[in-house]
């Protein structure tokens, strides 16, 4: 089945420690995202890429580093200089080679971060 | 920067209730507009989406939208809201410009329908 897969559902890590939330996409999608969900905030959009070995900062990307090394994956670091992160975390891609090429995003599940 | 405005964050409607979500974008060039649900517990899910044509839209599950673009809106219509449709939904906008595609989300709107 084609889709996106995060992993792990649920991640809990002590304060002050890196971690490292998977996206893997078999879409053949050339961009990927990373957002972070939180109460009363909806999404916010934390990195992009548009094609492999190229990515851009989103509104708050403060705190989080990202690679993206293949097509199919774009991983995200969590560092101890994200002040506050405890969150929902969201990957999607989309086909967007072109700007002329209408775009869907699709989600994967989600993995749910809590620092202790 | 580029922004999506959704005003209502909480709505509390009665079944058989007319539901209308407000959206608004500030892009003035190309874009193409989304309205993603995500039901308790589950993943984001695309309800409707716009891109060209007719403005309005029908999507999943009864839902519409209205794409009209002097008001820079892509408000979320259902004529008779019921139990199910318990849940938070978002408004996206595609801003398709020099910089490439950029997914925005607006803040989202939690909707409770009442038995």
């Known amino acids: ?116 | 920067a580029q922004s999506v405005s959704q005003h209502n964050h909480h709505v509390i409607l009665s079944e058989a209730a007319s539901l209308e979500l407000g959206c608004n974008y500030s892009y003035g060039g190309t874009v193409n507009l989304f309205w993603y649900v995500q039901y308790p517990g589950q993943h984001l899910q695309l309800l409707l989406k716009y891109f060209s044509g007719d403005p309005l839209v029908k999507g999943i599950k009864g839902f519409e939208a209205e794409f009209i673009k002097s008001k820079f809106s892509f408000n979320l219509r259902k004529p008779s809201v019921q139990w199910s449709d318990t849940a938070e939904y978002f408004c996206a906008v595609n801003y398709v410009g020099n910089a490439g595609n950029m997914l925005t989300f607006g803040g989202g709107t939690r909707l409770m329908v009442k038995p």
């Open chain 1, 1 to 116: 089945d084609g889709g996106i897969t995060q992993s792990p559902k649920y991640l809990f890590r002590k304060e002050g420690q890196n971690v490292t939330l998977s996206c893997e996409q078999n879409l053949n999608h050339d961009a990927m995202y990373w957002y972070r969900q939180d109460p009363g905030q909806g999404l916010r959009l934390i990195y992009y890429s548009q094609i492999v070995n190229d990515f851009q900062k989103g509104d708050i990307a403060e705190g989080y580093s990202v690679s993206r090394e293949k097509k199919e994956s774009f991983p995200l670091t969590v560092t101890s200089a994200q002040k506050n992160p405890t969150a929902f975390y969201l990957c999607a891609s989309s086909i967007s080679h072109s700007i002329f090429m209408n775009t869907e995003a699709f989600f994967g599940q989600g993995t749910r971060l809590t620092v202790v």
